[in-house]
C-alpha cells in the first residue's frame, strides 16, 4: 500500500513537472531598454590635394632634390647630346622649372668608368653643358642653370656591364636654391 | 709580365713625316744596354749596428734599388759562397771576377749612440783592381732608406746616368670619402698626406723644384685648379671658373700649361708663374685636355677631340703648328713625354681595353707596354725615363705599378686603399 502510494506521489511529481514546463514554454520573452541610434553628421569638408606650388613651398631643397623632381637623363658612349627619349624627360624638367623662376639648378655631367680621368672632366662639362643649353632652349634663364662635372669620379651605380655604364652616364639636377 | 715585343706599326702615323708615307719601315726593337754586374758582401758593422734592423734597411734598399736600376744587375748572394769570405782591408778582385762581378761594393755601417747612421761604402772595379769612388752619408736612422736611395743615386751618377731614387711620385689616395694628395718615395715607401680638404683632390703635379704640388681639388664645389707649398704648407689658387685640372709644370719652371673651361670650352692655357699673365694656347670648339710638356720645353702634346675622337697632338709651346700624332684607334689621352725626348707614353681605349702604348717619335713606331690587364691609366715617366709609373685596377681596386721602358718587371707599389693619378718628379732634388 505504502509502495503503491510512492508511485502514486512519484507519477503525480513527474505530471507536475511537465505541466510546469508547459507552463514555463508559453512565458513571453522579456523585452530590453530600447537601442537608442547614435550617429552624427558627417562634416561635409574635403581634404585639398596640396597644388604642385604648396608642396613646392613645404619641401626642403634636401627633400625637393631627394623627391627627384627633376630626372636625371641618360647619354650614348663617348657623346653629350641630348638622345630623342631623353627629350621628353627635359622638357617636364623644363616645365617645372619654369613653373617656379625662382629655382637655380645645378646640371652635374658624369660619366662612366670606360674613360681617361682628364678626358672624363672635359666629356662630362660638355654633357652638362650640353643639357644646360637644351633648358635654355625650352624657355630657361641661363643664368639659372649653372654646371659642373665630375667625370668619372662619381658613378651611379657600380659595374662592369652596359646597363651600368648607361646608369652612370648621365646629368642629374640639383636643386641649388628655390 | 712578358715583354712586349709586339711592336705595332701604325702606317697611318706617317703623318708625323707625310713625306716617308711610301717608304719601308725599319723595325727597331729597343734591347738597351747589358747590365753591368754588381756584387756587394755583407756591410761591416760596429757593435750596436749589429744589435739594430737598420743596417739591413740600408743593405736591402741598397740592393734593390740597384737591381731596379736597369743599369746594374746583382751578382746573386749564393755566388759568393763560392769565393773566401770578403775582407775589405786584403779584396781579392780575381775571386770575385771569378763569379763574374765587374762592380764591387763595400760598405760600413755605424750607428752611433744618438741614433744616427753613418753609412760608409766604397766602389770598386774589379777587373781593373782599382778604387773608383766611395762616399760617407749620416743621417737619423728613421732615415735609413733615403740613405741607401742617396748611395744608389751616387752609383748612378757615377756612371753617367740620371740619378732616381731619391726622387718621389705624388698620387691621390682615398682617405675615408675623401680622396687627398699624397707624395711617397718612388719605390711607395715612406708615403705622407698632404691635402686634408674634405673633398675630391684630383691629377696632382710637381713644379720644377719639387718643392710645390699643383692640383685640382672640388673644395669650393667645382673643380679649380690649386698650388701647394709642401714645406711651408701655404696653398694658393691658380685657377677658377669652369672646370681647371691636368696642370704640367714647365721643365725650366717659370710656366704651366693646364686644361680650363672658364671661357665656356675645355681648352689648354699657359700662365707665366712669375708674372701671373695667361695665354690660351687652343682655340677650337671640341674637347682640348692632357697638355705635357716636352722635355725642352719648347713642345706641348695634348688631347684633342677635334678630328671627332680624342686623339693626341703635338703644338708648339706658343700654341702654333699643331700636328696630330695618333691616327688609328678611337681613343688616346693622358700623353706623358720622355724625359729623353723621343717617346710619348699614353693611354688608348682599344676594345674597351685601356693599355699603355709608347710611341717613339723618331721612327713612328708603336710599342704596347701593358698587357690587356685591368684597366691601365695616367702613364708618368721616372726621371732616367727608364721607368713608368701608372695605375692599374687589374687587382681589384686601383693602385699604382712600376714597369721598365720595355714592359718588364712590373710591381704594385701600393696597397692600402684605392691609390690612383701618380705623378713622378721631373728630377731629384
Known amino acids: ?178 | 709580365m712578358k715583354l712586349s715585343r709586339t711592336i705595332l706599326i701604325l702606317l697611318a702615323m706617317l703623318a708625323f713625316q707625310p713625306l716617308r708615307g711610301q717608304e719601308e719601315i725599319t723595325i727597331r726593337i729597343r734591347e738597351g744596354m747589358p747590365m753591368i754586374p754588381v756584387a756587394m758582401p755583407a756591410f761591416q758593422l760596429n757593435p750596436e749596428a749589429q744589435k739594430s734592423e737598420t743596417a739591413a734597411v740600408v743593405y736591402d734598399t741598397l740592393w734593390q734599388d740597384l737591381e731596379f736600376s736597369r743599369v746594374f744587375k746583382m751578382v746573386p748572394r749564393e755566388h759568393y759562397a763560392y769565393i773566401p769570405a770578403f775582407n775589405p782591408n786584403a779584396i781579392r778582385f780575381k775571386d770575385w771576377a771569378s763569379i763574374q762581378a765587374n762592380i764591387l761594393v763595400s760598405g760600413q755601417l755605424e750607428l752611433t749612440a744618438d741614433d744616427r747612421v753613418i753609412f760608409s761604402f766604397k766602389v770598386y772595379e774589379v777587373t781593373g783592381e782599382r778604387f773608383i769612388f766611395g762616399r760617407n752619408f749620416g743621417g737619423k736612422k728613421d732615415l735609413a732608406r733615403l740613405i741607401a736611395h742617396r748611395a744608389a743615386d751616387e752609383m748612378l751618377k757615377h756612371f753617367g746616368e740620371r740619378p732616381l731614387f731619391t726622387s718621389k711620385i705624388a698620387y691621390i689616395s682615398e682617405a675615408g670619402n675623401d680622396r687627398d694628395v699624397y707624395i711617397m718615395d718612388f719605390d711607395g715607401q715612406r708615403s705622407t698626406r698632404i691635402t686634408f680638404s674634405s673633398a675630391l683632390d684630383m691629377l696632382p703635379s710637381w713644379s720644377a723644384d719639387n718643392e710645390k704640388i699643383l692640383y685640382t681639388s672640388y673644395r669650393n664645389l667645382s673643380p679649380e685648379l690649386f698650388m701647394f707649398h709642401i714645406y711651408s704648407g701655404k696653398t694658393e689658387l691658380i685657377s677658377s671658373g669652369g672646370s681647371n685640372y691636368a696642370a704640367d709644370w714647365s721643365p725650366a719652371g717659370d710656366r704651366i700649361v693646364y686644361t680650363s673651361s672658364k671661357h665656356g670650352n675645355a681648352e689648354i692655357y699657359l700662365k707665366d708663374m712669375k708674372t701671373g699673365q695667361e695665354k690660351r694656347l687652343t682655340f677650337n670648339p671640341a674637347i682640348d685636355t692632357s697638355p705635357c710638356w716636352s722635355p725642352n720645353g719648347r713642345e706641348i702634346a695634348f688631347t684633342s677631340q677635334r678630328g671627332g675622337t680624342p686623339q693626341i697632338y703635338v703644338m708648339d709651346a706658343e700654341g702654333s703648328n699643331v700636328r696630330r700624332i695618333t691616327m688609328e684607334g678611337g681613343y688616346h689621352d693622358s700623353p706623358a713625354w720622355s724625359p729623353d725626348g723621343m717617346r710619348l707614353a699614353f693611354v688608348s681605349r682599344i676594345e674597351n681595353r685601356f693599355d699603355i702604348y709608347i710611341f717613339n717619335l723618331k721612327s713612328n713606331e708603336i710599342s704596347k707596354l701593358t698587357e690587356n690587364a685591368g684597366r691601365n691609366e695616367n702613364p708618368t715617366w721616372s726621371p732616367d725615363g727608364r721607368h713608368l709609373a701608372f695605375s692599374s685596377n687589374r687587382s681589384g681596386r686601383y693602385q699604382i705599378y712600376l714597369v721598365d721602358y720595355d714592359g718588364r718587371n712590373v710591381r704594385q707599389i701600393t696597397s692600402r686603399g684605392e691609390n690612383k693619378m701618380p705623378k713622378w718628379q721631373r728630377t731629384t732634388k
Not at chain 1, 625637393?64 to 627633376?70: C, G, R, S
Not at chain 1, 650614348?76 to 619654369?98: G, H, T
Not at chain 1, 630657361?140 to 665630375?150: C, D, M, P, Q
Open chain 1, 1 to 178: 500500500m505504502k509502495r503503491f502510494l510512492i508511485i502514486i506521489l512519484a507519477l503525480a511529481f513527474i505530471l507536475l513537472l511537465g505541466a510546469c514546463s508547459k507552463k514555463a514554454a508559453k512565458v513571453e520573452p522579456v523585452q530590453g531598454p530600447a537601442v537608442e541610434t547614435v550617429d552624427e553628421p558627417v562634416a561635409q569638408v574635403e581634404k585639398p590635394v596640396l597644388s604642385e606650388e604648396e608642396l613646392f613651398q613645404q619641401k626642403s631643397l634636401e627633400e625637393l632634390n631627394k623627391d627627384q623632381v627633376l630626372k636625371m637623363i641618360h647619354f650614348d658612349f663617348d657623346m653629350y647630346s641630348i638622345r630623342e627619349d631623353m627629350k621628353p624627360v627635359m622638357q617636364a624638367n623644363a616645365n617645372w622649372l619654369l613653373k617656379f623662376p625662382s629655382v637655380e639648378v645645378l646640371v652635374e655631367g658624369h660619366c662612366d668608368e670606360r674613360g681617361t680621368i682628364e678626358y672624363n672632366i672635359a666629356l662630362g662639362e660638355k654633357r652638362a653643358e650640353a643639357a644646360r643649353n637644351y633648358l635654355v632652349s625650352l624657355g630657361l634663364s641661363a643664368a639659372k642653370v649653372k654646371i659642373i662635372s665630375y667625370g668619372k669620379s662619381k658613378p651611379l651605380v657600380t659595374g662592369v656591364d652596359e646597363a651600368t655604364y648607361f646608369q652612370n652616364r648621365r646629368a642629374e639636377f640639383v636643386i641649388t636654391k628655390k
